[in-house]
């Protein structure tokens, strides 16, 4: 009997320590505590920096900017931004604050110059109404980005990813002297008034074609025979501009360009590459033509069935519109339709203004040369348009041609092969 | 098989229970640690304590001009926050165009009573499809104000009278335009207003109308055309912003001639002027508020800012 009441007591008393058995946890620290703990990590990084931060942001619509933060222990974060001019060497100071939500986050929670990329009013950032460039303001710290040379974050509503590096002393004191305003001289590269802009880097000549909206870079170059190319986006610092991707050409890597300076009497962008000091010089020619690109070029709108449209006209020295085709009135745009009809057996392209209700201006036969080129003879005209029929047809039938090149799938340069200083822009906005 | 009762089985019972139910809770936890309870802290600045001077120990209010995701109900709208210079004298607006008339007029007692405790600050508008949300009211406790960085008041740099009154005046209106929303939601306006403008209201459609076009109906505005309670909050906000002189401007300023839905000018102003008297009559009743009183210091602090 008594062993029965031992053994029911044993029982009785595993049971009872069995039911008490608490939970594992896997930390040994609650959730708010780990929690806690984060963001006053994140926030000694953040303030620790001596020099500061650089910040490389890519929002939604695409291209990368870049800011310049330093972080305080009271909430407050002074800015430079390569947005513009004035944000470039102007410093402004506003309020952040860490906050858990959902994971540990950081908020720029007032107005600063990293809100001008995600305000929804688009006249403020040329982005869309009721998006803007669809750029972030709160970001989560990405896991494990702690102590790591790099703080990686992530925005909260379009996931924009923004990049911290730890500034340099040097860095940091440029930004104070307007350093970041010097390196957006690099802008200036759109007043050259020749197409081909050219520079000569470890003895390998390059043809430089920046896309200063989009901030890409695009390089050509000659090995032996071969054309090669190589594009980066690109953005500003306050001691020059950094490609995204280094250009790397066998034993020559070409980081960015430091050194900027402009002269404005002359139109001429000196910079410093790799180690080499020099001046961008214009070119009549490109380097390399692209030999298949004016053939692409006509086919694309042929197998759409539709045709190229230009809103500006021909730039010549720099001008745009040097022949004044939008003050014919009504102007919609420059057009070029290839095969757009035949006459006789033979067909021809039209090389015309438009404007909403009939073609104005020549009706031309192109013809495509093995070096790349592309000539027009003109067959006839459209219309009694006196400027198109006369000067811009004059400009069309230049026996010198064109090179044509390609910008990105929609967009088209030609060039004119006469002397580099005149040139027309082609898109396909359909 | 029959389980006998017995002695043993039910102290195994009554043990097992005990053991169970002795079970070690788990303890609270430590309340202090649990992030963000309590509020959002911040290094204060003189932002801060010139809304806590000005606005949350007299009479209340908070004004969360730092950007909280979570303030604004609609989660898919851009919105970015305000700018730091902006908050100082849109508090200063607000005290002196809103507050303090109600509260010279009616009475701390009453205006503390129902106000809303809660200004949110959004530094854009809202952009719709059609149109732009300048600000909302949230249960009679929120107003969210938005587009506060385009605003410029008087005493501002680059304020232009021509270019920014405007605005100012809309801004105003807008804070007066939700407090009416929150009064008529507690003591409802005579049912007799909805009768002036019967058959004549536009529904959604009333972005779609002109300001004359509207005003040539009997509404204030366009978006009085919208509803019997836009129709009710927009009249109070005119009087009280434009002022006696100005309200009689408008009115006098609707064109001759009938409108697209057979409103003679007679017929609008007459609509208008019942829609006043209706008001002025409202504010004494329910309120027990001289309305041509709280008019003119309303409309004297306007003037002053812009």
């Not at chain 1, 000694?44 to 870049?66: C, E, F, N, R």
């Not at chain 1, 692409?296 to 519109?321: M, N, P």
């Not at chain 1, 070029?336 to 031309?364: E, K, N, R, W």
């Amino acid at each position: 009997m008594k062993r029965k009441y031992l053994s029911y007591l044993l029982l009785m008393v595993v049971a009872g320590l069995w039911s008490c058995k608490s939970e594992d946890s896997v930390f040994e620290q609650t959730a708010d505590e780990r929690l806690n703990a984060s963001l006053a990590s994140y926030q000694k990084q953040l303030v620790d920096a001596q020099y500061g931060w650089k910040g490389a942001i890519y929002p939604a619509t695409g291209g990368v900017y870049s800011f310049y933060f330093k972080f305080n222990d009271q909430n407050r974060v002074v800015m430079y931004s390569d947005f513009d001019k004035t944000s470039a060497v102007t410093a402004k100071e506003s309020s952040y604050r860490l906050k858990a939500i959902q994971s540990p986050s950081l908020l720029f929670d007032t107005y600063s110059y990293i809100h001008v990329l995600a305000d929804p009013d688009g006249s403020i950032n040329g982005g869309n109404y009721g998006e803007g460039l669809k750029s972030d303001f709160e970001f989560s710290f990405n896991p494990d980005t702690l102590n790591t040379a790099n703080i990686t974050l992530t925005g909260l509503k379009n996931a924009t990813k923004l990049i911290l590096t730890k500034a340099t002393q040097e860095e940091s004191v440029a930004y104070g002297n307007g350093g970041l305003g010097k390196s957006l001289l690099f802008s200036n590269i759109d007043l050259y008034q020749t197409y081909f802009k050219r520079i000569t880097v470890g003895g390998v000549t390059y043809d430089l074609n920046v896309n200063t909206e989009d901030r890409t870079i695009t390089f050509t170059w000659l090995e032996g025979t071969v054309r090669k190319t190589f594009t980066t986006s690109y953005y500003y610092g306050s001691l020059g501009v950094t490609f995204v991707t280094p250009l790397v050409n066998g034993s020559q890597t070409i980081n960015g360009f430091t050194n900027l300076t402009w002269d404005a009497d002359k139109l001429a962008l000196g910079l410093t590459a790799g180690s080499t000091n020099l001046t961008v010089a214009g070119a009549a020619r490109p380097v390399s033509a692209d030999l298949t690109a004016a053939k692409r070029w006509w086919q694309f709108a042929l197998d759409k069935g539709s045709y190229w449209i230009s809103e500006t006209g021909f730039t010549v020295a720099g001008k745009e519109d040097f022949f004044g085709v939008r003050s014919i009135p009504n102007f919609y745009y420059m057009l070029f339709f290839p095969a757009i009809a035949s006459s006789q057996g033979t067909s021809y392209d039209a090389f015309t203004a438009y404007d909403g209700s009939g073609l104005m201006g020549p009706a031309v036969v192109p013809t495509f040369s093995t070096d790349g080129r592309v000539t027009f003879s003109v067959l006839g005209t459209y219309g009694t348009n006196q400027l198109m029929n006369t000067t811009v047809l004059a400009q069309v039938e230049d026996a010198s041609g064109y090179y044509i090149i390609q910008k990105s799938e929609i967009k088209y340069d030609m060039v004119s092969a006469k002397d580099g200083r005149t040139w027309i822009s082609w898109w396909y906005p359909f | 098989m029959k389980i006998k009762i017995t002695f043993n089985y039910l102290i195994l019972l009554l043990v097992s229970t005990v053991f169970i139910g002795s079970c070690k809770e788990d303890k609270l936890q430590d309340v202090e640690n649990v992030s963000g309870l309590g509020g959002e802290t911040w290094v204060q600045g003189p932002i801060d304590k010139y809304i806590l001077d000005s606005l949350t120990t007299p009479f209340n209010i908070a004004m969360r001009y730092k950007w909280d995701p979570y303030e604004f109900s609609d989660i898919t709208a851009t919105l970015v926050p305000a700018k730091e210079e902006q908050i100082i004298p849109i508090s200063r607006t607000i005290r002196r165009a809103w507050i303090n008339p109600f509260v010279a007029q009616a009475g701390a007692v009453f205006f503390n009573k129902y106000s809303p405790k809660i200004f949110v600050l959004s530094g854009s508008a809202q952009f719709q499809y059609e149109s732009k949300v300048l600000g909302s009211a949230e249960g009679g406790r929120k107003i969210v104000l938005m587009e506060v960085n385009e605003l410029r008041i008087k005493g501002m740099p680059n304020y232009v009278s021509a270019r920014d009154s405007n605005n100012v005046k809309e801004f105003i209106r807008t804070i007066h335009h939700e407090y009416g929303h929150i009064l008529h939601q507690n003591i409802m306006y005579p049912v007799e207003f909805k009768t002036v403008g019967q058959g004549l209201y536009q529904g959604q459609n009333w972005f779609n109308i002109s300001e004359t076009e509207a005003r040539q109906d009997g509404f204030i505005t366009q978006y009085a055309s919208s509803g019997f309670d836009d129709d009710w909050v927009e009249t109070i906000c005119y009087l009280l912003i434009e002022g006696k002189a100005g309200w009689e401007k408008i009115i006098n300023s609707i064109p001759a001639g009938t409108s697209i839905n057979g409103t003679s000018q007679a017929d609008a102003q007459a609509k208008l002027r019942r829609k006043e008297a209706l008001v002025v009559n409202y504010f004494k009743t329910a309120w027990g508020i001289d309305f041509y009183s709280l008019q003119t210091k309303t409309r004297a602090a306007v003037v002053s800012l812009i």
